[in-house]
């Protein structure tokens, strides 16, 4: 079975200052991780997706997430935030191996403060 | 590309009504389907998900069921609906083939049992 975790449910963090948030998950298997952001009352966009290869995954407006195997993490950053990014911020995984079943973390929640 | 159509947005039923979600996929053929409940604090629970017309497998025992009577619709419906069914619906779908591993989502339907 698959799990993520999302340690953090609230992150405020001021403007044009840098964010971490935290995602590990949990798998027997080759694992495909993905990072979603929802604004409000709005569906999850892709913001960005560890497939295979590089472990070091960016997004075109700033993020990047690296995976880590040997710690199970899947962490998104960003060096500076806008207010902008202020949004609902999700961890998945998936596997080739499950028939393109997804899991979700719970979610964290990043609020930018002018 | 694909675009997933939700409706309606909103939603406020009292207990013990019957529901009827819909979600029709748009520019893609014979897509995964999925339909995902978010709940305040909780993240996203997968409730059912379809590889094919008539072929339905349901993630949690709860009150709803879900039907896919064609290849790009699919339906989350309720006999009688609970409080506890409350949340935000999600649609999301992943296509066939090349670009199968990420999840693409609808708007959502907020649902309001009063």
């Known amino acids: 079975a698959q799990s993520v975790t999302q340690l953090d449910s609230q992150v405020p963090v001021f403007e044009e200052a840098p964010v971490e948030l935290r995602c590990n998950y949990s798998?027997?298997?080759?694992?495909?991780l993905f990072w979603y952001v929802q604004y409000p009352n709005q569906g999850l966009q892709l913001l960005l997706k560890?497939?295979?290869?590089?472990?070091l995954v960016e997004s075109i407006n700033g993020f990047e997430a690296e995976f880590n195997k040997s710690q199970t993490s899947f962490h998104l950053r960003k060096p500076s935030v806008h207010i902008s990014d202020t949004a609902e911020y999700f961890c998945a995984v998936s596997s080739p191996n499950t028939g393109n079943q997804f899991y979700f973390g719970t979610g964290t929640s990043l609020t930018v403060i002018p | 590309s694909q675009t997933i159509h939700q409706w309606p947005a909103t939603l406020v039923q009292p207990v013990g009504s019957p529901l009827s979600l819909e979600c029709t996929v748009e520019?893609?053929?014979?897509?995964?389907l999925y339909w995902y409940r978010q709940a305040a604090g909780r993240g996203l629970q997968l409730l059912f998900y379809s590889v094919g017309i008539g072929q339905i497998s349901s993630e949690v025992p709860q009150n709803l069921s879900a039907s896919r009577p064609q290849d790009r619709q699919f339906i989350l419906s309720s006999k009688k609906l609970l409080l506890s069914d409350s949340g935000f619906y999600l649609c999301?779908?992943?296509?066939?083939?090349?670009?199968?591993?990420?999840?693409?989502f609808g708007s959502g339907t907020q649902l309001s049992v009063l």
């Open positions: 798998s027997s298997v080759s694992v495909y």
């Open positions: 560890y497939l295979s290869g590089s472990t």
């Open positions: 999301a779908c992943t296509l066939r083939g090349a670009g199968n591993e990420k999840l693409f």
């Open positions: 520019g893609t053929s014979n897509p995964n």
